[in-house]
């Protein structure tokens, strides 16, 4: 599998972004342009990781609400996310990642309508909308679980790739943002075990967060840095070894350079104990 996650310093080039990456060991990249639009804002950048060795594992769709109740932000949202796919395609991006977004005001927000099966249905169709006005052959649609909408389990993420039925749909995977119970919290093993055995074909990317249940009524679970939790990263490491040698994992939602090490310190101290290769 490649390590990957974002890096900091000079790289507003492209030869100082992938000397970044390297210097960091990082195999795989988030698309290094944050609001990309159009495919050659990224070109230079894509043909240096090519020469480099490095992939760009996921262009970012999120923000991007295709199914809100505000038929003009609706329309957007598919907008966007189909112009993010059509840039993904042309860099050659692992996948497109979004949420499947929200009947809600916030894209990536609960609401009551959020888990029924009209909404279920909203989300095939614009799935289907934004993968079909693309026809990307290089790349895949990706979603990641939500706990509060759909797909928020591996079933239901089966049952969506099944409805969708497009090859170019894929699986991003973060166990973290489904381990939302002390029930899951104590058994997140076999939670992963469960995404990697039902959803492992599909599977394009992963991101590597950690997380911890805290002694605050009613259920509080907190969102830390990969080592600080309780996440079985040996078991999620294992899984993840057994798919295509590609597939990467990305680290995210640290504030800075510092503890991005410390999270990849832990991630490839796992990899040692459990004899998996990070490239």
Aim: net charge negative; glycine share 8%.
């Amino acid at each position: 599998m490649r390590l990957g996650g974002p890096v900091f310093g000079d790289i507003d080039d492209p030869d100082g972004w992938v000397a970044a990456l390297k210097e960091h060991g990082y195999g795989a990249a988030y698309c290094p342009v944050r609001d990309v639009h159009d495919a050659d804002e990224v070109r230079p950048y894509a043909e240096v990781a090519e020469r480099a060795g490095v992939i760009i594992a996921e262009v970012l769709a999120f923000g991007n609400n295709p199914i809100s109740q505000n038929e003009e932000k609706s329309r957007a949202g598919i907008a966007a996310c189909q112009k993010k796919l059509a840039v993904a395609d042309e860099i050659g991006a692992r996948c497109c990642v979004n949420v499947a977004g929200s009947r809600g005001d916030a894209s990536a927000g609960p609401h009551a309508d959020d888990l029924t099966s009209e909404t279920f249905d909203l989300i095939v169709a614009s799935l289907r909308e934004i993968i079909d006005a693309v026809n990307p052959t290089r790349t895949f649609y990706a979603l990641e679980m939500m706990p509060w909408m759909y797909p928020d389990s591996p079933g239901s993420y089966l049952e969506l790739v099944k409805a969708v039925d497009r090859k170019q749909f894929a699986v991003h995977l973060d166990p973290v943002n489904i381990v939302c119970s002390p029930q899951l919290y104590y058994a997140n093993g076999d939670l992963i075990r469960e995404c990697f055995k039902t959803l492992g074909p599909y599977i394009k990317s992963c991101h590597a967060k950690d997380i911890s249940l805290t002694n605050v009524l009613t259920v509080h679970l907190d969102e830390v840095r990969p080592g600080l939790g309780a996440l079985d990263y040996h078991t999620f490491l294992r899984e993840l070894a057994k798919l295509d040698p590609d597939t990467s994992l990305m680290l995210e939602h640290l504030p800075d350079a510092e503890q991005y090490a410390l999270a990849a310190d832990h991630v490839r101290s796992v990899a040692g104990e459990t004899g998996v290769e990070l490239r």
